[in-house]
């Protein structure tokens, strides 16, 4: 892999690892651009604190600690810094005042909740709700139209069991959307490396014959992810059984 965009940090409170050991994996596996995304802050109308993402206390030393490493490094890797986030539209004014005078690079779109929390279920639960399914695709596709996102962390987190003609509409209008934007579909690999539901095979072969790129992300938790060689080639291979072409950078953000 020559990029990853997507590495959490440990300010997300379920990832492990400092900032530098992050950078130090990239740097010694090859990579040319690495690509912070971790779970970007909320302000809840009730004050709710989330414990699976950074607290809006985080942002200083989240983009302090990572702009000096990014020049520190600058001879060995291209840093970027952006978060991943959910597209919740009654939340999303809020949060953009809250980013507004930061030096935010990118984000990426993981919808892991459909409305604020804690009263959203988490999408990757099992469902077999044709409604629940056809409204996470809907949500995904109006939040990337705001152009706000680069692409989709884990496309198929709505874990739908329901029936696969059910499943096959709905992913393969998500697909669609995507190819006519020149978006590539993730390749999770955090989800292949512990066979999770997501990436799915299923959800794959869908993607290959609607004709979209792809693009491995490792979803780093730890720095090891950055090195796991073994997981990165049987994403590839994934990526070559379904005929899925693997995009290594994101249009403008590539190597500086």
Same mark, same amino acid.
């Given at each position: 892999?020559?990029?990853?965009?997507?590495?959490?940090?440990?300010?997300?409170?379920?990832?492990?690892?400092?900032?530098?050991?992050?950078?130090?994996?990239?740097?010694?596996?090859?990579?040319?651009?690495?690509?912070?995304?971790?779970?970007?802050?909320?302000?809840?109308?009730?004050?709710?604190?989330?414990?699976?993402?950074?607290?809006?206390?985080?942002?200083?030393?989240?983009?302090?600690?990572?702009?000096?490493?990014?020049?520190?490094?600058?001879?060995?890797?291209?840093?970027?810094?952006?978060?991943?986030?959910?597209?919740?539209?009654?939340?999303?004014?809020? &949060?953009?005042?809250?980013?507004? @005078?930061? #030096? $935010?690079?990118?984000?990426?779109? +993981?919808?892991?909740?459909? !409305?604020?929390?804690?009263?959203?279920?988490?999408?990757?639960?099992?469902?077999?709700?044709?409604?629940?399914?056809?409204?996470?695709?809907?949500?995904?596709?109006?939040?990337?139209?705001?152009?706000?996102?680069?692409?989709?962390?884990?496309?198929?987190?709505?874990?739908?069991?329901?029936?696969?003609?059910?499943?096959?509409?709905?992913?393969?209008?998500?697909? &669609?959307?995507?190819?006519?934007? @020149?978006? #590539? $579909?993730?390749?999770?690999?955090? +989800?292949?490396?512990?066979? !999770?539901?997501?990436?799915?095979?299923?959800?794959?072969?869908?993607?290959?014959?609607?004709?979209?790129?792809?693009?491995?992300?490792?979803?780093?938790?730890?720095?090891?992810?950055?090195?796991?060689?073994?997981?990165?080639?049987?994403?590839?291979?994934?990526?070559?059984?379904?005929?899925?072409?693997?995009?290594?950078?994101?249009?403008?953000?590539?190597?500086?």
């Amino acid at each position: 892999m020559l990029a990853n965009y997507h590495t959490h940090t440990r300010r997300c409170r379920h990832a492990e690892g400092s900032d530098r050991e992050f950078i130090e994996a990239a740097v010694s596996h090859g990579m040319r651009v690495l690509g912070f995304s971790d779970h970007c802050p909320w302000i809840f109308d009730d004050g709710y604190v989330s414990g699976t993402r950074m607290l809006p206390s985080d942002l200083d030393g989240y983009f302090t600690s990572l702009t000096d490493l990014k020049k520190e490094y600058a001879g060995d890797i291209t840093i970027y810094i952006g978060f991943e986030a959910e597209y919740i539209p009654e939340l999303m004014e809020k &949060q953009n005042r809250l980013l507004a @005078d930061y #030096p $935010v690079d990118y984000m990426i779109m +993981g919808q892991h909740f459909m !409305r604020p929390e804690p009263d959203a279920p988490y999408t990757g639960s099992v469902t077999s709700s044709e409604a629940e399914l056809a409204e996470y695709v809907e949500l995904v596709i109006r939040g990337l139209e705001t152009g706000k996102y680069k692409y989709v962390a884990h496309p198929d987190l709505l874990n739908y069991v329901g029936d696969d003609e059910i499943y096959a509409r709905h992913y393969s209008r998500l697909c &669609q959307y995507l190819a006519s934007q @020149d978006i #590539p $579909v993730e390749i999770n690999l955090l +989800g292949v490396k512990e066979g !999770r539901h997501y990436t799915s095979e299923k959800f794959l072969k869908i993607a290959g014959e609607t004709g979209n790129t792809a693009i491995i992300g490792c979803d780093a938790h730890y720095p090891s992810f950055l090195t796991d060689t073994a997981s990165m080639e049987k994403c590839r291979r994934l990526a070559e059984k379904y005929s899925l072409r693997i995009v290594d950078y994101l249009p403008g953000l590539g190597e500086k």
